[in-house]
C-alpha cells in the first residue's frame, strides 16, 4: 500500500475543497480508509473513515459538512469538505487499516499505512 493524498490548498470560510488519496498498490477496496488532521501543536485526530463502502464514521466536528467516499475503479478515497471553518486549518493524513470496526476506526493506531499528508488552510 502506498498512499498519495492531494487536494489541499488556501480556502476562505464557507468554502469546499475535495481531498483526494490515491493507492499506487491498486490494494484499497480490501482496506479500512481513514482521514486524520493535524494542526500545529494539536495531536493527530481522526476526522472520518471508511469501511467496506458503506460503513462510515465521522467526528462530531464534521459532521454533515465533510463526507467521505471511495472509488474502488480508480483506487482513491476522497474527502470532501464543505462549509469550511478556520479551525478546521491543518495537515490532513489519509490512512489503511487492514481491518477496523466501529469505534476503533477512530484509532490512528489501527492504521498501518499512511499518506504523507496534504495542506489546508481556511482563512476568516
Known amino acids: 500500500v502506498q498512499l498519495q493524498a492531494s487536494g489541499g490548498g488556501l480556502v476562505q470560510a464557507g468554502g469546499s475543497l475535495r481531498l483526494s488519496c490515491a493507492d499506487s498498490g491498486r490494494t484499497l477496496s480490501t482496506y479500512a480508509m481513514g482521514w486524520f488532521r493535524q494542526a500545529p501543536g494539536k495531536e493527530r485526530e481522526f476526522v472520518s473513515g471508511?469501511?467496506?463502502?458503506?460503513?462510515?464514521y465521522y467526528a462530531d466536528s464534521v459532521k454533515g459538512r465533510f463526507t467521505i467516499s471511495k472509488d474502488n475503479a480508480k483506487n482513491t478515497v476522497y474527502l470532501q469538505m464543505n462549509s469550511l471553518k478556520p479551525e478546521d486549518t491543518a495537515v490532513y493524513y489519509c490512512a489503511a487499516a487492514r481491518y477496523c470496526s466501529g469505534y476503533g476506526c477512530y484509532d490512528p493506531g489501527v492504521y498501518a499505512y499512511w499518506g504523507q499528508g496534504t495542506q489546508v488552510t481556511v482563512s476568516s
Open positions: 471508511l469501511r467496506r463502502t458503506v460503513n462510515t
